[in-house]
């Protein structure tokens, strides 16, 4: 069974810019989270979506969105990038009826200058 | 709210040495307790995990970790460390709510196994 997939690995854009993060979960997993991590803030929740629905949502601002396709494959979108995105960005699917646990992906390292 | 509470920063230890790594949590619903590694640019993975039935859980890697439902604590436990295990070690608290679940992560525990 492939992982779950994310893309690009790496990622360098200026501030003010827009990027994109994909993540392809693990087939058959419904439920998909996405993750900021940085070294002073540690992992912090961003949104989950489940069956094409943002089910849970951190707080983060406006700028951070996302979406899921009817295949499960979510997108995560930050606009108006700020020197303080500089993250890894995790994405995490799961089997949601059974949360017995979370498949990450092996990251995006976005780097904002 | 949930919060999860990892006590330790920065773990050093000797290898062939034990080594605990601490975690508390608060809730005030029943919780799912995990833990996970990250290797130096990669993802999570999951070491063991708490669902229900035995406090005492074995993960993979040697790793086990031990629910005490009193003090609220998933202390990870690892008898003798190796070289390899340096990485960072995240406890998680996982609840169901009306959106499905929600799991929230401690800050890490940086773990460093010194020859």
């Known amino acids: 069974k492939a992982g779950v997939t994310q893309t690009p690995r790496y990622l360098i854009k200026t501030r003010g810019q827009q990027v994109t993060l994909s993540c392809s979960p693990i087939?058959?997993?419904?439920?998909v989270s996405w993750y900021q991590q940085t070294p002073g803030q540690g992992l912090q929740f961003l949104f989950e979506y489940f069956s094409e629905t943002q089910r849970n949502k951190g707080n983060f601002p406006g700028r951070f969105s996302g979406r899921q396709f009817s295949n499960s494959r979510s997108e995560m979108n930050v606009s108006t990038l700020e020197l303080g995105d500089s993250a890894l960005y995790l994405c995490?699917?799961?089997?949601?009826?059974?949360?017995?646990?979370?498949?990450f992906g092996q990251g995006t390292r976005l780097t904002v200058v | 709210a949930q919060s999860v509470t990892q006590l330790d920063s920065q773990v050093p230890v000797f290898e062939e040495a034990p080594v605990e790594l601490r975690c508390n949590y608060s809730?005030?619903?029943?919780?799912?307790l995990f833990w996970y590694v990250q290797y130096p640019n990669q993802g999570l993975q999951l070491l063991l995990k708490?669902?229900?039935?035995?406090?005492l859980v074995k993960g993979i890697n040697g790793f086990e970790a031990e629910f005490n439902k009193s003090q609220t604590s998933f202390h990870l436990r690892k008898p003798s460390v190796h070289i390899s295990d340096t990485a960072e070690y995240f406890c998680?608290?996982?609840?169901?709510?009306?959106?499905?679940?929600?799991?929230?992560f401690g800050a890490g525990t940086r773990l460093f196994v010194k020859a």
């Open positions: 708490y669902l229900s039935g035995s406090t």
């Open positions: 995490a699917s799961s089997d949601s009826s059974l949360n017995t646990e979370a498949f």
């Open positions: 998680a608290v996982s609840v169901r709510n009306t959106g499905g679940f929600k799991t929230i």
């Open positions: 087939s058959g997993h419904r439920s």
């Open positions: 809730s005030s619903v029943s919780v799912y």
